[in-house]
């Protein structure tokens, strides 16, 4: 079975300023794909960044990138120049790739508050 | 990217009705949805894996006759909430992907349906 931890249930960012969500995930299929999406305060689920665990490369994204760790099974998530609007709950996840369509599989995610 | 839409946005209901919520991707073909569910302040949950054509496949403590899905067609899924209790509301939001895992997997996901059991 698949784990995803994220330890920080809240997280405060100056705006401008970096800031790093932490996740830490746990499978034994050498086939996956990470992610993190974010989720306002509407409901909706808003894809950021994906990670496979093959690439070789850290995944970015505009403003977001993702520390891949493979080692420490570690997935982190940096959001560079924060902006008021990136206000809201971030969950990493996991997907598992085999022959079937897997589900994703969420930590418990992190709020993120950035201060003016 | 591929879109996936679900309705109702919210419903309240009184106890002891059934609600049904109704996923439908618009752009692409799904054999297979996903449904969570979402308390408040908590993460997402699966409940549910549905397979067009077939049975859906349940997680460990939801209630199959509870929680009844239907997924009769390669773009539609239902999720009706037969005997709505206070303790069954909830963010209820479905997922799905065009293919089994193209490119980077992404799974595509609705807008959400806010049940509230009075």
């Known amino acids: 079975a698949q784990k995803i931890t994220q330890t920080q249930p809240g997280m405060f960012v100056q705006e401008k300023e970096a800031v790093t969500l932490d996740c830490t995930y746990d499978?034994?299929?050498?086939?996956?794909?990470l992610f993190w999406y974010k989720q306002p305060s509407s409901g909706e689920m808003i894809f950021l960044i994906y990670?496979?665990?093959?690439?070789?490369q850290n995944a970015t994204e505009g403003r977001y990138s993702l520390n891949f760790q493979k080692a420490r099974k570690s997935a982190n998530l940096v959001i560079s120049a924060s902006q008021l609007g990136d206000s809201a709950m971030y969950f990493c996840?996991?997907?598992?790739?085999?022959?079937?369509?897997?589900?994703?599989?969420f930590g418990k995610g992190t709020r993120l508050s950035v201060i003016a | 990217g591929a879109v996936v839409s679900q309705h109702p946005s919210w419903v309240i209901c009184k106890s002891g009705t059934s609600v049904k919520i109704e996923c439908r991707s618009l752009?692409?073909?799904?054999?297979?949805m996903f449904w969570y569910r979402q308390f408040p302040k908590q993460s997402l949950m699966l409940m549910a894996t549905?397979?067009?054509?077939?049975?859906?496949?349940?997680e460990q403590g939801v209630e199959k006759d509870k929680f009844l899905i239907n997924h009769a067609s390669l773009t539609l899924s239902t999720l009706t909430v037969t005997s709505a209790h206070p303790e069954d509301s909830s963010f209820y939001i479905c997922?799905?992907?065009?293919?089994?895992?193209?490119?980077?997997?992404?799974?595509?996901f609705g807008e959400g349906s806010r049940l509230t059991v009075l």
């Open positions: 997922s799905a992907s065009p293919e089994e895992f193209p490119g980077t997997g992404e799974l595509f």
């Open positions: 499978t034994s299929d050498p086939s996956y794909g």
């Open positions: 990670q496979g665990s093959y690439d070789q």
């Open positions: 996840a996991m997907r598992i790739r085999n022959s079937g369509n897997t589900p994703l599989v």
């Open positions: 752009d692409f073909q799904a054999t297979t």
């Open positions: 549905s397979n067009e054509g077939s049975k859906a496949t349940y």
